[in-house]
């Protein structure tokens, strides 16, 4: 039997990967495009569905950055109303431990895994910019080593909480009159450098008892603290020879967590473009590479490495002469570009100025021509059977475990791989023809949460 893929979806998102403007794309707010992805999904047997989160909207040059998708409804929410149109796929959020408390986000999640009889799932993450802090009452952003270990003790007190109340606790015995077995349910206390709450928690324990726990942070804080408490790693690696090392790397850092290999699942996101020959697909992918990166948002991919304004600048004509500014405006959130992750990987813009420069001299590209080279890579594109054909090379090979893809178009860009390529990966026999378990700890081949708590073997 071969290693079995895990395939999530990724509701398409904030970034230009994907087309909202393509006449194919539906409404990115409405209900009823939720349903459709997550419908798809479902029918195609994947493990999860995927939903990003972003808490404040982008800025560029002092605008909102709206050459994207703007603005999205509170992901429990969503999923929730997901829970009630599916029956078997897992549902997961983005939920952030830097601006929360743990107590809502662990009442939420565990309502979350009530209501659709365990398939929640929390990618937690830890946002970085004082940008995103400024929304929230206690203003600012912590230290990245003070946001890990607030992300530790959040995900602890949460599982405290989800403790708190043993797996038999309702009794709801009509004849004796008692709801409670033990009557001691909910107490929890929590002493730590980030959380001092003692007292009671109101949600039963749910089916899962843990709901699965995602991780995506790439840097080494982010890599210890998935090999410590992730189930999954939401990774950037969708390269053969990068996705092996980051995996070596990471499921390496288990065993000293007392965990297993199969213990953490890892899952790089990957976009895909189909055709009916190789070289139909390999025209798509150049015509959605276009829409993707049109006229202005190559600007405004060169903005965030220049780090000052360059509307003046034709995107048709070569990269630009000049040098980017070499401030490092990034931390003190002086930066042109605001909320958004990548800017803080350009740490040496000039390094990479020359190299758009000597690629587009070399090749007589135009700047926007340069910008698709080196941001609009697709993971996937071919026919159906070469696209199944190297994700099932991947997987076998140990490059990840699984992929989330994100198509680029917004509700039905998942149609056409579940319709074609899923069944040629389901011949391959590695891919599931049905779901076997109910929740999504089975759908991942993970470990059930412990039955008992500490405070039942206590008791006990
Ligand atoms: C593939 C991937 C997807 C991510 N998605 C989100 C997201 O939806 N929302 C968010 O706030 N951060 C997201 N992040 C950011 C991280 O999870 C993390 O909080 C941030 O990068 C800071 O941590 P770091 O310093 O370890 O990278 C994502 C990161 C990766 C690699």
Redo the contacts with the bound molecule.
């Keep these: 039997m071969p290693k079995q893929i895990h395939l999530a979806a990724h509701f398409p998102?904030v970034n230009n990967t994907t087309v909202w403007s393509d006449p194919a794309a539906g409404s990115h707010i409405a209900f009823e495009s939720f349903r459709h992805f997550a419908q798809t999904a479902e029918r195609a047997k994947f493990d999860f569905l995927f939903l990003?989160?972003?808490?404040r909207l982008r800025e560029q040059g002092g605008k909102i950055y709206d050459l994207d998708v703007v603005g999205r409804p509170d992901n429990v929410s969503i999923l929730m109303a997901m829970a009630a149109v599916t029956e078997r796929i897992g549902l997961a959020g983005?939920v952030?431990s830097t601006f929360n408390e743990p107590l809502d986000v662990a009442r939420k999640l565990a309502s979350l895994d009530h209501l659709s009889g365990g398939r929640a799932a929390w990618?937690v993450?830890?946002?970085?910019d004082e940008f995103?802090g400024e929304n929230f009452r206690r203003g600012g952003y912590l230290p990245?080593d003070k946001?890990?270990l607030r992300a530790q003790e959040f995900l602890e007190t949460a599982k405290a909480l989800w403790d708190a109340w043993d797996v038999d606790e309702v009794l709801a015995d009509a004849a004796s009159g008692r709801y409670l077995r033990h009557g001691d349910a909910g107490r929890f206390e929590v002493h730590s450098d980030q959380f001092d709450i003692t007292g009671r928690f109101a949600t039963p324990r749910s089916p899962q008892g843990h709901p699965v726990i995602i991780?995506?942070?790439?840097?080494e804080?982010?890599r210890e603290f998935a090999a410590a408490s992730a189930d999954a790693i939401?990774?950037?690696h969708a390269e053969l020879e990068a996705g092996k090392e980051f995996y070596a790397d990471v499921k390496g850092r288990l065993a000293k967590f007392g965990r297993r290999h199969e213990d953490l699942k890892i899952l790089?996101?990957a976009t895909f473009v189909l055709g009916a020959t190789e070289e139909e697909a390999a025209e798509n992918a150049r015509q959605v590479q276009y829409q993707q990166v049109g006229p202005q948002t190559a600007i405004a991919f060169a903005e965030q490495i220049w780090n000052r304004d360059l509307s003046d600048v034709d995107p048709d004509g070569p990269v630009p002469s000049f040098d980017p500014k070499t401030e490092d405006d990034v931390d003190s959130g002086a930066h042109i570009s605001k909320g958004r992750?990548s800017v803080?990987m350009y740490k040496d813009p000039v390094a990479i100025a020359n190299e758009w420069r000597e690629l587009g001299e070399r090749e007589g590209l135009s700047l926007r021509e340069v910008v698709i080279r080196k941001n609009g890579r697709h993971t996937f594109v071919g026919t159906p059977q070469r696209v199944a054909d190297t994700i099932d090379e991947f997987v076998q090979s140990d490059a990840s475990d699984g992929f989330?893809l994100v198509p680029h178009v917004t509700p039905g860009g998942l149609d056409v791989f579940a319709d074609e390529v899923v069944p040629l990966l389901q011949e391959k026999g590695s891919f599931r023809t049905e779901y076997e378990g109910t929740t999504l700890r089975e759908h991942l081949g993970l470990q059930p949460s412990p039955t008992t708590t500490a405070r039942a073997e206590a008791r006990a």
């Design positions: 998102g990003a989160e972003g808490l983005t952030n990618n993450v830890t946002s970085w995103t990245k946001r890990y991780q995506a942070g790439d840097s804080e982010g939401f990774t950037r790089p996101a992750a803080r989330v």
